[in-house]
T-cell receptor
Framework: DGGITQSPKYLFRKEGQNVTLSCEQNLNHDAMYWYRQDPGQGLRLIYYSQIVNDFQKGDIAEGYSVSREKKESFPLTVTSAQKNPTAFYLC???????????????FGSGTRLTVV | AQSVTQPDIHITVSEGASLELRCNYSYGATPYLFWYVQSPGQGLQLLLKYFSGDTLVQGIKGFEAEFKRSQSSFNLRKPSVHWSDAAEYFCVYMDSNYQLIWGAGTKLIIKP
């Protein structure tokens, strides 16, 4: 079955460390996204990628970095510069950009990151 | 700035009772609107979407939503809830740049 796989499900990080969250999709989608979810808030866009080797900052990109070297993969690195990284992180994809996003996004099951 | 408001943080409904979750948006043009559901600790699933045409939209799991331009609303409804409907529900607006703007969510609690 096609879908999005995020790993790990739970991740613990010490302060000052960088960590990388994995996101892989086998839906042949061109566009991929990273969202951050905090309690009592809607999802906030961190980064998105419309196509391989291209990505754009979202609303809260500071302290995060991404790469898109392959269509299937869009890893997110939470750097030590991110002041409050404890959150639930969701990866998503859509068939393409523009009107193709109207078909809706497919979401992974998320990674819960905790700073200890 | 465009925004999506879900005025109810929590709603408690008895199993078998009807449900309405409210959503209001501010925008400048014909909206693209979605409702997503998130089970605890899980990703999100699309329930339904509105782009144009019939203002009453049918979705999965027996949900429907009605777009009312005059009220800037897109409320989600279900005639009879089941315990498995307990989850968090998000109303989402797509802006002219195809970016999603999310409401803060409404947590649905089902009483047995």
């Amino acid at each position: 079955d096609g879908g999005i796989t995020q790993s790990p499900k739970y991740l613990f990080r010490k302060e000052g460390q960088n960590v990388t969250l994995s996101c892989e999709q086998n839906l042949n989608h061109d566009a991929m996204y990273w969202y951050r979810q905090d309690p009592g808030q809607g999802l906030r866009l961190i980064y998105y990628s419309q196509i391989v080797n291209d990505f754009q900052k979202g609303d809260i990109a500071e302290g995060y970095s991404v790469s898109r070297e392959k269509k299937e993969s869009f890893p997110l690195t939470v750097t030590s510069a991110q002041k409050n990284p404890t959150a639930f992180y969701l990866c998503a994809s859509s068939p393409g950009w523009g009107a193709l996003t109207n078909y809706g996004y497919t979401f992974g099951s998320g990674t819960r990151l905790t700073v200890v | 700035a465009q925004s999506v408001t879900q005025p109810d943080i929590h709603i408690t409904v008895s199993e078998g009772a009807s449900l309405e979750l409210r959503c209001n948006y501010s925008y400048g043009a014909t909206p693209y609107l979605f409702w997503y559901v998130q089970s605890p600790g899980q990703g999100l699933q699309l329930l339904l979407k509105y782009f144009s045409g019939d203002t009453l939209v049918q979705g999965i799991k027996g949900f429907e939503a009605e777009f009312k331009r005059s009220q800037s609303s897109f409320n989600l409804r279900k005639p009879s809830v089941h315990w498995s409907d307990a989850a968090e529900y998000f109303c989402v607006y797509m802006d002219s740049n195809y970016q999603l703007i999310w409401g803060a969510g409404t947590k649905l609690i089902i009483k047995p």
